[in-house]
């Protein structure tokens, strides 16, 4: 059965004769990879992806229900390298299997502006992140990449604004 998706952009023709969930079209006929399935019921976070903006599980996604832009983790590379440069340099991830996820949920976490007290804001994305499961690197460096660049991003825009 046809449908379309619109994916980082581009509109795809997919097939989703049997109901496969967005993670499974998205890996299997569309080749984008970055999004893992590891539990692959709703509760790691692993196969995040956005959907209208939104940091969705794809695994427990049809793809049939999908009527909204999906962003995948390989068409923000643009806009999420200031954060996986921090999380390469503070060792934010160590196996990364969970880092496609977390990184396509902070995106969408940045976009929305987060709160200027630091301890509210660390709060705020550990709060917001803990759909996303690691098992390796214990939060902290996570949690302080996405308050790094929400500081620089904001100190850029009131260069700019200047
Ligand atoms: S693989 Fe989708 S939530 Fe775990
Ligand atoms: S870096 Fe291994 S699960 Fe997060």
Redesign the pocket.
């Known amino acids: 059965m046809p449908h379309t998706l619109v994916v980082d952009g581009r509109p795809r023709e997919v097939d989703v004769s049997g109901l496969p969930s967005l993670?499974t079209v998205l890996r299997d006929q569309l080749q984008l990879t970055a999004a893992?399935?590891?539990?692959?019921?709703?509760?790691?976070?692993?196969?995040?992806v956005l959907v209208g903006g939104r940091p969705t599980?794809?695994?427990?996604t049809p793809a049939v229900l999908v009527h909204e832009p999906v962003e995948t983790s390989e068409g923000l590379a643009e806009e999420s390298r200031d954060l996986r440069e921090h999380f390469a340099d503070t060792g934010a991830f160590q196996c990364g299997f969970c880092t496609p996820?977390q990184v396509v949920h902070a995106c969408a976490l940045l976009r929305t502006g987060l709160p200027d007290d630091d301890g509210a804001r660390r709060e705020h994305v550990r709060h917001a992140l803990s759909?996303n499961?690691c098992r390796c690197t214990g939060y902290q460096a996570i949690v302080s990449s996405v308050c790094a660049v929400a500081d620089e991003r904001a100190e850029r825009a009131t260069e700019v604004a200047s």
Request: overall charge positive; some cysteine; charged content about 15%.
């Open positions: 993670a893992k399935i590891a539990c692959g019921r709703g509760e790691c976070g692993a196969c995040t599980m794809s695994c427990i996820g759909g499961i």
